[in-house]
C-alpha cells in the first residue's frame, strides 16, 4: 500500500490509537507518525517503545503540519481538546475521531474548526478490555466494521482518501448519519456494556455468594460480563452521558423485555421462554456467519491479542 499521509498525529494514545499507530507503520500508510497523551507516563512509553515516530508533550505541537489528525480521546474530552488543536490545524488537514458517540461530538467539536478543515467523524468497531499504549497491535481492525459519519458537503477527496486508510488498516467501512449511529450503537455496545457493569455489581452486592465463590465458580455467561465490565471505566463514563437519550431508550425497551420474562418465569410459561431464546439464538448465528465472531466456546477470545 502506498503512503496516503504525510505526517499523522493520534492524540491520545491508548488502544485504538496505539493500534493504528501499528497498522500505519506495518502498511507504510504515513511517511511520519506523531503521538501525544495527557499522561506524562503515557508519553514516556511511547518513547521508549518507539510507538510513533515523534512524541509531542502536547496536542497543539502534534498536529502542526499534520494532514491527518485522530482524536482518540475519551469522548467527554473531544471539545476541550479541539479548542486547543483548532489554531493549530494546517490548511485542508482532515481531522477524524474514534469516540463511539457521533452526535454530541460532532456538536462539541465542530465550531472549533477552521473552514479549511475536513471533519469527517468516524468509530472503528474494534476493541478489548485492554487500554494504554501497550494494549495495541496491527491486527485489531482486520475484518471489524469501521464506521464514518461525513457532514454535508463533506470533500469527497478527503472522504475516500480516510475510507482507504481504514481499508488499508484491514476495516470493512459504511457512512452513517450521527443519529442513526448512536442509536445503532446503544443497542449493540453502549447498552450490553451497561448491563455488564450492573450485573457484576449485583454479583458484588449479593452478600449470600462470596467474594471467592463468585470468582471460583464463574460460568461462561458471568466471566463474558466480567470481561466487558473491565473496559476503561473514564471512557464508558463519557459514553453515557453523552449518548444519554438513545441509551435510555434501549434500556427502556430491555426492561419491557426483562419484566416479559420474568413474567413468564413466574407463570411457568415454558413456551414463551423458548420461542423467546430460539429467536434470539438466530442473532448469534447471524454474527458468526457475518465473519464478526467464531463459534469457540470461548467465543474466539482464547487466542486472542492482548
Known amino acids: 500500500m502506498s503512503v496516503l499521509y504525510d505526517r499523522v498525529a493520534l492524540i491520545g494514545l491508548g488502544l485504538i ?14 511517511r511520519e507518525i506523531v503521538g501525544t497523551a495527557r499522561s506524562t507516563e503515557t508519553r514516556a512509553i511511547a518513547a521508549e517503545d518507539g510507538l510513533v515516530d515523534r512524541v509531542a508533550e502536547s496536542p497543539e505541537e502534534a498536529v502542526r503540519g499534520a494532514d491527518l489528525v485522530v482524536l482518540a480521546v475519551p469522548v467527554g474530552a473531544m471539545g476541550a481538546v479541539a479548542a486547543a488543536i483548532g489554531p493549530h490545524l494546517a490548511p485542508s488537514a482532515t481531522l477524524t475521531d474514534v469516540g463511539s458517540v457521533k452526535r454530541a461530538v460532532v456538536a462539541d467539536v465542530a ?65 452513517m448519519d450521527p443519529d442513526h449511529h448512536d442509536l445503532v450503537l446503544a443497542v449493540t ?23 471467592s465463590e463468585v470468582i471460583k465458580f464463574s460460568a ?41 420474562l420474568q413474567r413468564a418465569i413466574r407463570t411457568g410459561d415454558g413456551a414463551h421462554l423458548e420461542e423467546y431464546f430460539t429467536r434470539t439464538r438466530a442473532i448469534r448465528r447471524g454474527i458468526i456467519e457475518a465473519g464478526q465472531d467464531t463459534a469457540a466456546p470461548d467465543f474466539g477470545r482464547g487466542s486472542a491479542k492482548p
Open 220 to 260: 461462561a455467561g458471568f466471566r463474558d460480563f466480567t470481561r466487558i465490565a473491565a473496559s476503561d471505566p473514564v471512557m464508558w463514563r463519557d459514553v453515557f452521558l453523552m449518548n444519554k437519550d438513545a441509551t435510555l431508550e434501549i434500556l427502556g425497551r430491555f426492561t419491557e423485555e426483562l419484566f416479559a
Open 111 to 175: 465550531p472549533h474548526l477552521p473552514e479549511t478543515v475536513h471533519f469527517i467523524p468516524g468509530h472503528p468497531l474494534a476493541g478489548t478490555e485492554h487500554s494504554g499504549p501497550r494494549s495495541g497491535f496491527a491486527e485489531l481492525f482486520e475484518n471489524r466494521w469501521c464506521l464514518l459519519l461525513p457532514p454535508p458537503g463533506v470533500d469527497e477527496g478527503a472522504l475516500s482518501k480516510l475510507r482507504r486508510l481504514w481499508e488499508a488498516l484491514g476495516s470493512n467501512v459504511d457512512l
Open 189 to 211: 455496545s453502549h447498552t450490553p456494556h451497561l448491563i455488564a457493569y450492573t450485573m457484576v455489581g449485583v454479583a458484588d452486592d449479593l452478600r449470600r455468594v462470596t467474594d
Open 17 to 30: 490509537a496505539s493500534s493504528m499507530a501499528h497498522g500505519l507503520r506495518r502498511h507504510g500508510l504515513a
